[in-house]
Structures are given as structure tokens and as C-alpha cells.
């Protein structure tokens, strides 16, 4: 059964840093792409950043440059490092399993329950 466990969320002031890490069972990491995704308060699913295969990740116009997703195939762990947050930056993040990076940024076939972000301004 695939599960995906979020973690490392909390309130942290505008301009401060934040690891986020997702758990992966049931499945082995190292073969499929993943994502983050997030949703604020009163919005829709957003996508931020996704990774293939060989770590090459990618990212939404609106966290290039502060945020980076890495993996750790042995450890079945998806990583987002947050930097210089913004209050815009609150939502819930979750990390989801890709069907193919490809899609990635719009399909994803399981995602965790997620964990909470706030920024203080």
C-alpha cells in the first residue's frame, strides 16, 4: 500500500528557512518521479516543484530559486529545502508520487495528508 508521510511544517517569519521531508512506503522511491504540491486557504492545488529519476527537479516560476526538492532513494525520502519564505508561501504542502514526469506537474496518482506552512509576516 502506498503511503506518504509529510513532515516539518510549521510557523516560521517571512525571510526564514524551513526542511520539508515526505516519507515514502509501499513503493520504492527510486522509480518514479515525484512532487510537491500545496493549497492555500480558499484556493486550488497548486504545483511547486517536481523530480525525476536522476534528481533533476523543476520548479514553479513563483519558488525557483528559493525552494529545492532533492531525493534520497535510499532513505525513500523526498526533500523540499525553503528559503526566504513569504506569507504567500502559506498553504499546505504535500508531496505526491508522479505517474511520469512528463505529467508530473499535473497527474499525480498518490499523495500524503500533508503538513501546514504558515508564514508570519
Known amino acids: 500500500q502506498v503511503q506518504l508521510v509529510e513532515s516539518g511544517g510549521g510557523l516560521v517569519q517571512a525571510g526564514g528557512s524551513l526542511r520539508l521531508s515526505c516519507v515514502a512506503s509501499g513503493f520504492a522511491l527510486r522509480n518514479f518521479a515525484m512532487s510537491w504540491v500545496r493549497q492555500a486557504p480558499g484556493k486550488g492545488v497548486e504545483w511547486v516543484s517536481d523530480?525525476?529519476?536522476?534528481?533533476?527537479?523543476r520548479y514553479d516560476e513563483s519558488v525557483r530559486g528559493r525552494f529545492t526538492t532533492s531525493r534520497d532513494n535510499a532513505k525513500n525520502t523526498l526533500y523540499l529545502d525553503m528559503a526566504n519564505v513569504k506569507p504567500e508561501d502559506t498553504a499546505v504542502y504535500h508531496c505526491?508520487?508522479?505517474?511520469?514526469?512528463?505529467?508530473?506537474?499535473?497527474?499525480?496518482?498518490?499523495r500524503g495528508p500533508g503538513t501546514q506552512i504558515t508564514v508570519s509576516s
Open positions: 505526491a508520487k508522479c505517474i511520469a514526469w512528463e505529467s508530473c506537474k499535473y497527474i499525480q496518482d498518490s
Open positions: 523530480i525525476n529519476l536522476v534528481g533533476t527537479a
